[in-house]
């Protein structure tokens, strides 16, 4: 007799801010046992910065101390949010007489490297919570944390909730991994600046890690690959509605490679206002090629990952996290390398897994931003989306003018 199927649900921190909000997630659970899942929970922080042990609010006390707060502690710190919210949710559980126990991240198999503050997963061990799945006990383990081989505790960096349960859904083999928040599913752009913007039924894993990639945060890259690697499929859903959210890695219902028309071949668009830009002026000559590499060794040595990426003779540009962009500028100065910054600037995309080769997809966006007087400073793209460099001023302008062209309404 097959044994029951695995989920692993993870559920964000409005989603365990207050004991109302745990009680829907503790009912959501329990109905996907009555369903017959075997569950997996997976935790974030309780609320948003400001709320007692939320993430930010914890790292901000690091600061209030004075001095420098080693990374292995800063985690110790930070890392006590999702501990909570595992005890409280467990908790919650056990009072509808589920039986619930809560792990840590190292507690439930989660090894990383000793990255502190954006630690990368280098191993899960299942045997924790396969044998408290195999007492009919329900794990809820704390996110954004494992354990490096030395013993520390380590955080996953942004998104860390969204990592561990992709990497226990894999590990675990899920049927499902459901990311729980407060929005019912993906949507073609940001409802905040597009209202009339839909769920989106149905995307893949490379049209949401583009998107994810160009801004939209509803899933953190990191854990988009992970699945895709697995072959697990996610649910992005809403904590508080019945919706059945965004179904990505399913069997895409349409095969648009046979209407392939620009008009109907992107998914969404996506901003990201939290980008500065960096213009490196280059000598032209024989070792043009030699100071282009350690431009971006430079950067790499600081941590500091390039984006939009334009080399030509006697120019490189890129852009960065604009946290990012003074240290860049400064690793480029020790170079002895002329560069300006600019910290005015967006970035806009178009998304979607039909548009690799496809005429008429560049002449419909660029039609659509001039339209709505948005100067084009730059652009990239990939197999599944195109990218723009914009005035910051004209961020919303384009996001809604690219909304309309490509009739995502």
Not at 346 to 365: E, Q, W, Y
């Given at each position: 007799?097959?044994?029951p199927p ?9 989603s ?5 909000r ?17 569950v ?19 790292l ?28 409280l949710?467990?908790?919650r ?7 619930a126990?809560?792990f840590t ?5 989660i090894?990383t490297?000793g990255?502190h503050?954006d ?8 045997a924790p ?30 998104g ?5 349960a ?12 459901d990311?729980?928040t ?7 752009a940001?409802?905040?600046v ?10 893949d ?13 509803v899933?953190?890259?990191r ?6 690697q ?7 859903r809403?904590?508080?509605a ?15 490679w ?18 500065g ?16 590499a ?8 600081q ?33 002895g390398l ?10 806009v ?13 560049m ?16 652009t ?20 809604r003018?690219l ?7």
């Amino acid at each position: 007799m097959a044994e029951p199927p695995v989920i692993v649900q993870k559920f964000g921190g409005t989603s365990v801010s207050d004991r109302e909000r745990r009680g829907r997630v503790a009912e959501i659970v329990q109905r996907s046992i009555d369903e017959g899942m075997r569950v997996v929970v997976v935790v974030s922080a309780p609320g948003r910065a400001g709320d007692p042990y939320a993430t930010d609010t914890l790292l901000r006390l690091c600061g209030e101390e004075g001095g420098s707060v080693p990374g292995r502690e800063s985690d110790l710190l930070v890392a006590c949010g999702e501990i909570i919210s595992s005890v409280l949710v467990a908790a919650r559980l056990r009072s509808l007489g589920l039986p619930a126990r809560a792990f840590t991240g190292p507690q439930a198999g989660i090894e990383t490297d000793g990255t502190h503050g954006d630690a990368k997963i280098l191993r899960v061990d299942p045997a924790p919570l396969r044998a408290a799945i195999a007492e009919g006990v329900v794990p809820v383990v704390a996110g954004f944390q494992g354990g490096t081989p030395q013993g520390d505790l380590a955080t996953l960096g942004r998104g860390g909730s969204d990592t561990s349960a992709a990497a226990l859904g894999a590990a675990l083999g899920a049927t499902f991994v459901d990311i729980f928040t407060d929005v019912d599913g993906v949507k073609t752009a940001d409802p905040r600046v597009v209202p009339e913007a839909r769920t989106i039924t149905e995307l893949d894993y490379d049209e949401l890690f583009q998107m994810a990639e160009a801004g939209a945060k509803v899933v953190h890259p990191r854990a988009v690959e992970i699945a895709r690697q697995a072959r697990v499929p996610l649910r992005v859903r809403s904590t508080f509605a019945d919706d059945e959210g965004t179904l990505v890695g399913g069997m895409r219902v349409v095969d648009l490679w046979q209407s392939r028309r620009p008009e109907r071949s992107i998914v969404g668009v996506t901003d990201r206002a939290d980008i500065g830009e960096v213009v490196v002026q280059t000598p032209i000559g024989e070792k043009r090629s030699a100071i282009e590499a350690g431009i971006f060794g430079a950067l790499a040595k600081q941590g500091i990952s390039a984006d939009m990426i334009s080399v030509s003779p006697g120019r490189v540009a890129f852009i960065v996290d604009l946290a990012k962009l003074q240290a860049a500028g400064e690793a480029l100065e020790a170079l002895g390398l002329p560069c300006s910054l600019r910290d005015d600037v967006a970035k806009v995309a178009i998304v979607g897994s039909a548009i690799a080769g496809l005429p008429g997809v560049m002449a419909t966006l660029v039609s659509g931003l001039v339209g709505a007087g948005v100067e084009i400073l730059s652009t990239s793209d990939s197999h599944s989306s195109i990218a723009c460099l914009v005035p910051a001023k004209s961020r919303v302008d384009a996001v809604r003018a690219l909304h309309r062209q490509f009739h995502l309404s």
